[in-house]
Nanobody
Framework: QVQLVESGGGLVQPGGSLRLSCAASGDILTLYTMAWYRQAPGKQRALVASVTIDGFRDYADSVKGRFTIFRNDAHDTMYLQMNNLRPGDTAVYYC????????WGQGTQVTVSS
């Protein structure tokens, strides 16, 4: 009933920045907590950051201080501002709910390389 579509990925040099977007449609009022996940080659999908509808945020230790998660006022778009990117951030990034997830989308590729 809810569709989530990621965008904004690309190739960036170490130390650079990217902003990812997640567009939500459908029954968006049910989305209390939204989150960004990522999956690097050969690794399990991992939670990166989450934000509740009332603005509480949480981050994985690996991105704390570098990434910022936020939602627009209508709660139909979520963003992940990624600064000081490292090669270890290279992964496919997905948006979803938390702690329980719904269907996974295509994701958006982030590649950090010189």
């Amino acid at each position: 009933q809810v569709q989530l579509v990621e965008s904004g990925g690309g190739l960036v040099q170490p130390g650079g920045s990217l902003r990812l977007s997640c567009a939500a449609s459908g029954d968006i009022l049910t989305l209390y907590t939204m989150a960004w996940y990522r999956q690097a080659p050969g690794k399990q999908r991992a939670l990166v950051a989450s934000v509740t509808i009332d603005g509480f945020r949480d981050y994985a230790d690996s991105v704390k201080g570098r990434f910022t998660i936020f939602r627009n006022d209508a709660h139909d778009t979520m963003y992940l501002q990624m600064n000081n990117l490292r090669p270890g951030d290279t992964a496919v990034y997905y948006c979803n709910t938390a702690p329980d997830t719904i269907s996974w989308g295509q994701g958006t590729q982030v590649t950090v390389s010189s």
